[in-house]
């Protein structure tokens, strides 16, 4: 199976179109209505063959499917489909955000429900890891942090652990409200895969063998200095390195990682970085022109929910 193949089959197959499927099921519109909105849309990697018969490019290279939509809708995604979900979400923090020079987001901002866990262990797959990027606790926000666990373990989630994310080496502790660290939440499915080498077994049998839990320890802190103000094209954008080290700890090259909600896609560039396909849902339009501008090419197409 090729890696396009294998995120396709990430999606429900009526989420999957081709030209002539997306004419069958829309036979009430104009072709051409249909046709323009697949180019908008989806056409990146698609391939004329001939007259009315299109192809999505068969890759073997990871790619990305873009989804301009609400990610806390993961209905279109088949179930233990997903190999990693790796998501910093738009939490809600009005009383945090105030004051000082912090501003407040430019986006829409909520807070977690337990549906919404259920929807990620619906569609991860048995043993893989959530990493969900989550502000440092203070007195604002504890009761919410602890919410997320609770909600986490209640969908089928077990708490892996909690790696802070130090941004550089200027780390202010203001007190009650701000710090200059973020936490890196990571669970698994129920029991975590095996996905460290088992040194002891492999040297004495000579097969590979692999222990419970992630590709190798993990370290005390990610120490990993923020974007820049003037690199910086996203108000929350995450380091790529920062997502590289979390993705080479919990996935393998070749799998599918989701960020469902994506801003300008430096979970769909590490991805790909490293050898992984990834899916990403971004509700605002302005961010999907951020993503394309990011990964260009590798966009095997883009989908708008309606
Ligand atoms: C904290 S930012 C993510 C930043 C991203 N990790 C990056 O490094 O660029 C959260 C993003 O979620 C988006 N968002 C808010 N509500 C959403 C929803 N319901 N579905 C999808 N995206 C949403 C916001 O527009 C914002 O871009």
Redesign the pocket.
């Known amino acids: 199976m090729t890696l396009a193949e294998k995120l396709f089959n990430c999606f429900k197959s009526k989420n999957k179109f081709t030209l002539r499927e997306a004419y069958a099921e829309n036979g009430d519109k104009p072709k051409e209505t249909i046709r323009a909105r697949i180019y908008d849309n989806l056409g990146i990697r698609f391939e004329r063959i001939a007259k009315g018969i299109y192809k999505t490019v068969s890759s073997d290279e990871e790619a990305c499917i873009v989804i301009e939509?609400?990610?806390?809708d993961l209905s279109m995604i088949e179930d233990a489909s997903i190999d990693c979900i790796l998501?910093?979400?738009?939490w809600l923090d009005m009383k945090s955000n105030k004051g000082g020079s912090r501003a407040f987001?430019v986006?829409?901002?909520?807070k977690y429900s337990l549906d919404d866990f259920k929807e990620k262990a619906r569609v991860l797959k048995q043993g893989c890891f959530l990493v969900e990027?989550l502000p440092a606790e203070n007195e604002n926000n504890y009761e919410y942090l602890y919410q997320i666990k609770k909600y986490a373990k209640e969908a089928g989630f077990l708490y892996y652990s909690k790696v802070p994310w130090k941004k550089g080496s200027f780390v202010s502790n203001t007190g009650r409200k701000a710090k200059n660290t973020q936490d890196i939440m990571i669970f698994s499915k129920g029991k975590a895969r095996n996905m460290r080498v088992d040194k002891k077994k492999t040297d004495a049998s000579g097969i590979l063998s692999y222990m419970s839990g992630c590709n190798g320890m993990l370290p005390t802190m990610f120490d990993v200095g923020p974007v820049s103000r003037k690199n910086r094209i996203?108000?929350?954008?995450?380091p790529v390195s920062l997502c590289e080290q979390i993705l080479s700890f919990v996935t393998a090259k070749g799998e599918v990682v989701l960020?469902?909600?994506?801003?300008?896609?430096?979970?769909g560039e590490a991805s790909l970085n490293l050898g992984r396909s990834c899916i990403l849902?971004?509700?605002?339009k302005e961010?999907i022109d951020k993503i394309k501008q990011r990964l260009g090419n590798n966009i095997l197409y883009q989908v708008v929910m309606e």
């Open positions: 939509g609400d990610g806390r998501t910093d979400h738009p987001a986006y829409d901002c909520f990027v996203h108000q929350s954008e995450l960020d469902s909600f994506a801003g300008s896609g430096v979970v849902i971004e509700i605002l961010n």
